[in-house]
Nanobody, 120 residues
Framework: QVQLVESGGGLVQPGGSPRLSCAAS????????LGWYRQAPGERELVALI??????NYADSVKGRFTISTDNANNMVYLQMNSLNPEDTAVYYC???????????????WGQGTQVTVSS
């Protein structure tokens, strides 16, 4: 069983710079992709992804403001968010694509989400 647990959300003032963290635990053989999605009222959207080789992909709306990074030794992924504005208010979900056994299929996993509210 694989679990993704996010932390670091909450109420943030406009212009703030919180950092979200996500810890992946359980039966993990290898991680292919880690990332963050968010959902305001409406569809869940990509925020940022990072591959096992370190390649990154960002939504246009967060490029230059958010940075995704990992601690591979501890199966952690982080999202440093800068210059937040009210449009960034959403539930942020940790996402992983990983193999839980050697030679097994890659599967997608989601965290339970953490609320980020940008308001003065």
């Amino acid at each position: 069983q694989v679990q993704l647990v996010e932390s670091g959300g909450g109420l943030v003032q406009p212009g703030g710079s919180p950092r979200l963290s996500c810890a992946a635990s359980g039966s993990i053989f290898s991680i292919n992709v880690l990332g963050w999605y968010r959902q305001a009222p409406g569809e869940r959207e990509l925020v940022a992804l990072i591959g096992s080789g370190g390649n990154t992909n960002y939504a246009d709306s967060v490029k230059g403001r958010f940075t995704i990074s990992t601690d591979n030794a501890n199966n952690m992924v982080y999202l440093q968010m800068n210059s937040l504005n009210p449009e960034d208010t959403a539930v942020y979900y940790c996402y992983a694509v990983l193999e839980d056994t050697k030679g097994g299929p890659s599967r997608s996993y989601w965290g339970q989400g953490t609320q980020v509210t940008v308001s003065s």
